[in-house]
């Protein structure tokens, strides 16, 4: 009888609390809603005081609450006449390696095989629909090659690398800026230095790392903030600097604010989004991967990604410490390589180079039964795009087999000269030095459009979105840029073209978001891939907002596209905070004479707290 009472006093109350909960979180999404409308204004009142905004229209306050952000066309339904501003605490916001969302969704990973640094995307109905705002106080960043040793702080405001690596000189706060002494973990005294000290280990010309030119492609696994890719620019060495987002948050955004090809990405369970044969050279200084667990399937990952006679250099206490726990790892894993028919091109002090054969006689020659075994031939070694790892050794290719190594040309003859691989394709010598001329004379033309508005050292950054094989990016060799080439996961897989001829670049679906931080490119260049992935049925929308995450502040958009795509474009440029530069019909000598290009420049804007903090 008393548990009836007592409970029949409650049932009130419970009413209560429970309608005055839902009147709370009315009020508190109204006044949200609010402020992304103030937020979304005072980026344009910041872009007025600058001077950047695109017109008088950009300068008038939008109606920017929920009945009001789209408006309607006929030909295109609904066109947004803004996007709301994301919160603040979201400026750094990486869609597809977001660790709340994997949170929200419950995901069930197994974190010792690192499947939390793995890309789990948002479905549709989570993705942020809004403006990515930059930190308080941005800044243009400073330009190459200054920027190699230095970067605004407020752009990417951590310091917690300064102080942790204090020792190692991986980074020192001065002021308002941070410096790039070039130390890392296992080279205090300087990058340069120890790559000169690697080159000599393995008696190379002048010590120095490239060989002259027979080394050109590098892979640098648990980079830091990539000093040893920056200080190998200088050898006309190319290497993709590859970190998670772990730990030492924000190590990738600072190889990239540097101005150093730099992409996030984890040895978990996936392939990296390499094809077979990229790399001359992989490199880690005490990255701290067990490079022994799964019967050695990360090892047997580099050596999918690593071309015939490819080089490991691996600087790490097991290579020459004598306690007894290092000595076993070190005996265990010179056993592992043994196996994989790598054998030992230097050993001093702290390092230790492998080298991996020329051919598959010493894989033909193992007993019956040697672990790991040789991949299936059913297995594609260059399928890559959300592919598991397989603990087996990829074997070459007829061709590389038989010609003893890749049949490469040194840098910088291997830019233009046509790869063995193309026949993979059934590409002819013809059409390759064709595409290359085609796009020589298109990034020309890109040039004298952009001269108004560009100096040599404007841009540093570039992303080709659909780089086919390579060409746009081979165009731009004489000027003092890299180029990220992304190759979509649906098309031809000739990314290894790209890697053959010298350059970079991952795989990637543009249904989804990309594995970089925001505010990290100076110039994209999106051939064709709207009117791609409209008809694959993904939201083209979508993508502008990718495109708008990636891009910095004042960076330009190079669209070339179908007159219908870029009507679309022109419709959210207001919304997006755009400015358009350039509208002008392809050449009609040119084989896609039906495309226009279209030139978009990216505002600087801030929210209101930023102008606050200004103030």
């Known amino acids: 009888m008393r548990g009836r009472s007592d409970g029949g ?40 005081k600058l001077g950047l905004a695109a017109g008088d229209d950009d300068t008038k306050k939008d109606d920017t609450s929920s009945t009001s952000l789209y408006v309607e066309d006929e030909l295109n339904g609904f066109t947004p006449r803004s996007f709301p501003v994301c919160d603040d605490r979201h400026s750094e916001l990486i869609p597809c390696l977001d660790r709340n969302l994997i949170y929200q969704l419950r995901l069930k990973l197994d974190l010792s095989l690192m499947e939390h640094y793995e ?31 230095e970067v605004w702080k407020v752009n990417i405001p951590h310091t917690h690398l300064a102080h942790e690596k204090s020792d190692q000189n991986w980074m ?54 990539a000093s040893f890719g920056g200080y190998l620019l200088a050898s006309d060495i190319m290497t993709m ?71 490991f250099a691996y600087s790490s206490p097991e290579a020459y410490a004598q306690d007894e726990e290092d000595l076993r790892i070190w005996r265990e894993m010179s056993a592992l390589v043994e196996r994989m028919c790598w054998t030992i091109a230097a050993k001093r002090n702290q390092t230790v180079i492998w080298q991996k054969p020329l051919s598959n006689d010493c894989y033909l020659g193992r007993e019956p039964g040697t672990q790991p075994p040789l991949c299936n031939s059913d297995i594609d070694p260059d399928a890559v795009y959300g592919v598991n790892m397989e603990a087996c050794i990829t074997q070459y290719s007829d061709h590389d087999h038989k ?34 001329e085609t796009w020589r004379k298109r990034v020309d033309a890109y040039w004298d459009l952009l001269s108004p ?9 570039i992303m080709d979105m659909k780089a086919n094989i390579g060409s746009f990016a081979a165009a731009l060799n004489d000027k003092d840029v890299w180029v990220m080439n992304v190759v979509p996961e649906d098309g031809p897989n000739t990314l290894k073209l790209i890697y053959d001829r010298g ?76 400015e358009a530069v350039e509208t002008k019909a392809a050449s009609e000598s040119d084989q896609d004479s039906d495309n226009v290009i279209l030139i978009v420049q990216k505002k600087l804007w801030l929210t209101s707290e930023s102008l606050r903090d200004l103030e």
Request: aromatic share 10%; net charge positive.
């Open 9 to 48: 006093k409650k049932k009130p109350l419970i009413v209560l609390l429970c309608v005055a909960a839902v009147l709370l979180v009315s009020v508190y999404l109204f006044f949200d809603s609010s402020n992304h409308g103030a937020s979304a204004a005072a980026a344009i009142e910041y872009g007025r």
């Open 453 to 461: 508005k560009i100096q040599s050292d404007t841009v540093r950054n």
């Open 241 to 311: 600097s590859l970190a998670p987002n772990d730990v030492h948050q924000n190590q990738i955004q600072f190889a990239l604010e540097r101005g150093i090809p730099a992409y996030l990405g984890v040895l978990g369970t996936k392939r990296l989004p390499y094809p077979s044969r990229s790399f001359e050279l992989a490199h880690c200084s005490r990255c701290r991967i067990d490079w022994l667990q799964r019967d050695g399937i990360l090892l047997l990952e580099l050596d999918r990604v690593l071309r015939p006679g490819g080089y």
């Open 503 to 578: 350059l970079m670049g991952a795989v990637h679906s543009w249904c989804e978001a990309f594995s970089t931080y925001p505010r990290t490119y100076d110039l994209l260049h999106a051939w064709d891939i709207i009117s791609d992935i409209k008809k694959r049925g993904c939201s083209a929308e979508d993508l502008l907002l990718e495109m708008d995450r990636i891009l910095r502040p004042s960076g330009f958009i190079l669209i070339r596209d179908k007159q219908s795509v870029v009507d679309l474009v022109k419709k959210y440029l207001k919304a997006l905070h755009w």
């Open 403 to 436: 010609s003893k190594g890749s049949g490469l040309a040194p840098w910088p003859a291997r830019l233009t000269s046509p790869p063995p691989r193309l026949a993979d394709f059934g590409y002819s010598t013809d059409m390759f030095e064709k595409d290359t």
């Open 119 to 149: 890309r789990h995307c948002p479905p549709p109905e989570r993705r942020f629909n809004c403006l990515i705002p930059p930190p308080p106080g941005y800044k243009v960043p400073i330009k190459w090659p200054k920027s190699r040793d």
């Open 172 to 225: 020192v706060v001065k002021g308002d800026k941070i410096n790039f002494p070039g130390g890392g973990t296992h080279f205090h005294y300087g990058a340069d230095k120890y790559i000169a000290s690697m080159a000599n280990m393995l008696k190379f010309p002048n010590n120095k790392l490239n060989n002259r030119g027979k080394l050109r492609t590098f892979l640098d696994v648990g980079c830091g903030v």
